[in-house]
């Protein structure tokens, strides 16, 4: 059984930093790719970075890009989202998603976590 578990998140000032975790289990991380999403109220889910489970190839939406870092620990099965420089827009739940390829698009992805809170406060 595949599972996903998000913890670290919380709440903090603008300009302020959280780090994310997500433990996979079930699946070796390193035969796919981890990515962590996010949905504030009212709004769609988004991509926010991905990273690939063999090569640790980063990719990020434009709108975090230079601010937040994703990092991944195969002997923990574990991807980290490292995020700096917070704003208020950054507030949302973060869900971490696996798959065995890769895409933004969030029906590419069978497994996810719970998520876990973010909010930002101005």
């Known amino acids: 059984q595949v599972q996903l578990v998000e913890s670290g998140g919380g709440l903090v000032e603008t300009g302020g930093s959280l780090t994310l975790s997500c433990v996979l289990s079930g699946r070796a991380m390193r035969g796919g790719f981890m990515n962590w999403f996010r949905q504030a109220p009212e709004k769609e889910r988004e991509f926010v970075s991905g990273?690939?489970?063999?090569?640790?190839?980063?990719i990020y939406a434009d709108s975090v890009k230079g601010r937040f870092t994703i990092s991944r620990d195969n002997a923990k099965n574990t991807v980290y989202l490292q995020m700096n420089s917070l704003k208020p827009e950054d507030t949302a739940v973060y869900y971490c998603?696996?798959?065995?390829?890769?895409?933004?698009?969030?029906?590419?992805?069978?497994?996810w976590g719970q998520g876990t809170q973010v909010t930002v406060s101005s």
């Open positions: 990273i690939a489970g063999t090569t640790g190839s980063p």
């Open positions: 998603a696996y798959g065995s390829t890769w895409s933004r698009n969030q029906r590419t992805y069978d497994y």
